[in-house]
């Protein structure tokens, strides 16, 4: 740790009731490994593809059909700050995946770039996760995910891909953009799984 | 061209804050002393360490904008309102406090006083600091190659080193100076308010000779867009060198 | 609204706890789209879980750089080389 600085106290945080090593705020940084994308919802799709090959595709009007909900969540990054109480309208991954045939253990979540995260199966189903089109009221801005991102929020923020485009459901378990170098493969914010190791 | 030299680890310093200048109501100097300083080319920067009583802490880069001078050494800090570091350095750090700071930084945006090649600086808002150690150092070594300082600045108000840039511009020892006002201009003001464009960028740089040495810095759209009006109006982009504070220009 | 990034000038103190040479001003050349310049000239995405330095051309990654728990990690896979030169 380096020395303390006299009277320095950074942005306002607290401890609050977080996982361990967080910080609360209020604000919702904007974090992001690359540009920003600004396409428009014309080429919009989201994809899921099987193991065996076999795509379930969804464009813009055909996801905006499916049912929606509104839920309330926290939000915890692996940069050390949690956003409390935070509300999303999304489509459940459980309604997504419903009519997917699939003996999977495992997905990787794509995003326009090069983006990818990757997670168990089951992190994904029984209420645990939802694609993301409107955040606090209004439609998910590009900044924060939109058109649409996937939200897993019991795990760490990484895992929840900006600007996704599809999942795919895989035998074997593959590493996404952070997971192969040095982040946590699974990412439990409550058990602190932030690095290999950890 | 710039090398990358081999030197060696960096290891974070104590500095003291030794002295304070108020350049103008949202910008101030701080002058430290940093025993230990191995010395800079202008251009570098030092990256500076907070750290709060409950072990938060965070790092934000500066430009140095001294010339080399022993253990001393001189950022100046663009206080933003919704900083987080910048108010605690512009407003809070007192005379005699510590600051943990590493470098120097960076051997791409960097100015060697020995090289004789004309010097064409191009500057917007805090983005002149890393020119202005330039051009002190220029001034103090004897350097005599020639040098040219655009800095595009809001207004007179916003307008960082007013007294020193018109006493360097008066000596007429081959640095010139030239401030283009985007907002208002001062009175007496003979030119034209308004952003740095084609053609004031043009009229400006005047003619440009094979092998000047161009560094453009400040915030990301202003270096985008400089750099493309130097290339489309016939420079070799390897001539330009460029360092962006991001989009705010810095926090 | 403009893209959080800076460029490849602002890695050079995290690279020199890695590096003993300012990597910043090596010349490098990406594996994506074959393009050469000093990393100085790359894109730094580092408002991130880690650290993106992005070639200017292409949008490839050159270089990542996760560090935590006292460990770093680097991913040079998108630099065919890094050419460094020494000092004298």
Known sequence: ??????????????????????????????????????????????????????????????????????????????TKWSKLGTSWRGVSMDTLMDGVETSAGFALARAVGDYTANLPLADLLDGKAWIAFRYDGADLEPEHGGPARLLVPHLYLWKSAKWVRGVELLDHDEPGFWESLGYHNYGDPWREQRYWGD | MARAAVLGRLSWLVARLADIRDETAAARTLILEVPGWPGHLPGQHIDVRLTAEDGYSTQRSYSIASAPSGSRLELTIQRLDDGEVSPYLACVLSRGDPLELRGPVGGYFAWHPGDPVPVLLIGGGSGVVPLMAMVRTRIASGSQAPMRLIYSTRSRDTLLYAAELECIAAAGDGVSVDVVYTRSAPPGYGGRTGRLDEDRLAALAGQRDTGVACYVCGPTGFVESIANLLTSQGMDPRQVRTERFGPSGGN | MTDMWTDGNSLGGPLREVFSADITAAIGRCTGCGRTGQLAEGRVFDHSAGVVLRCPGCGQPLLRMVRGSGRTWLDLRGLEYIEITSPG
């Open chain 1, 1 to 78: 740790m380096g020395i303390v600085s006299p009277g320095f106290s950074g942005r306002r945080r607290s401890k609050a009731n977080l996982p361990p090593g967080q910080y609360l705020v209020h604000d919702f940084p904007v974090l992001s490994a690359g540009p920003t994308p600004r396409a428009g919802l014309d080429g919009w799709e989201f994809r899921i593809t099987t193991e065996a090959g076999r795509v379930h595709a969804w464009d813009w009007a055909a996801f905006r059909e499916l049912p929606a909900e509104d839920i309330t969540v926290d939000l915890h990054c692996v």
